[in-house]
């Protein structure tokens, strides 16, 4: 089947860009990437187009990817100087109250039913550094449970919340200044 | 030892008191792991007598619900 393997191979840079994001190691992003397609044209037949190629190729990905954090376990969790800046000292004076308080996003849908919106937060969540966009990508993405993402990067749960804390308030940040911030007022 | 209701009242208050930081720390952790009773009082408590906490706390309901989304968003390339 040259249709199903080409048809394949054309979405070869966008799956590098998902393990990619995902890993922030070219070595290991290619390696999982290299397996999806191994294992993908291995087996066209498991495809059987019941959905689109590219949703059948990213669940394999996810597979693959997991592999790939279980085998580099040992190495990967170390910190960088953005995962470590204390966002609530931006947010927050000294008594713990909000420097300037939150905005009002209006109605969720108005937001959720636009193809931009999402546009949007995928760049804020590639976006997202060090380890704590990892960890947040483990959580939302890959859908692993706080436990297991400890047990793979091989830090405390404490570090894992502290992170993903952070990586949370970073999203809404961003979603502010790209999306909300630019939207007619709301209600 | 507190006697009155007043006192009890206040020594209740106490108790739960959390500023925005520790409230916002408190409605993210949710978002990751079961709250205790006390924490949920607490963040109940504070966002009655706050203003700027219920719009954060409105901000992570529709990151909630915007997550799974954004996921079938990007794993299908587009459809929302």
Known sequence: MPDFAEAVQALRPQLLRFAHAQLRNDAWA???VSETMVAALAKPQAFAGQSQLKTWLVGILKHKLIDQIRRHSREVSATTEEDREDIDALLFDETGTWREAPAEWGDPEA???RREFFEVLEVCVD???GVQGRIFMMRAWLELE???ICKELNITATNAWVL???ARLRLQACLQERWFGRQPAAV | MVRSAAGRGLK???FLQRNCR???ELVLAGEDRRLGWVERWAVRAHLKVCKACPRFTRQV???RRALPRWRAYRDSGGDV
């Open chain 1, 127 to 129: 976006e997202l550094p």
């Open chain 1, 111 to 113: 937001a959720l039913g």
């Open chain 1, 164 to 166: 993903l804390h952070r």
């Open chain 1, 30 to 32: 290619e390696d999982a």
């Open chain 2, 22 to 24: 520790q409230v916002t």
């Open chain 1, 146 to 148: 706080t436990d297991e």
């Open chain 2, 12 to 14: 209740y208050m106490k």
């Open chain 2, 61 to 63: 309901a529709l990151m």
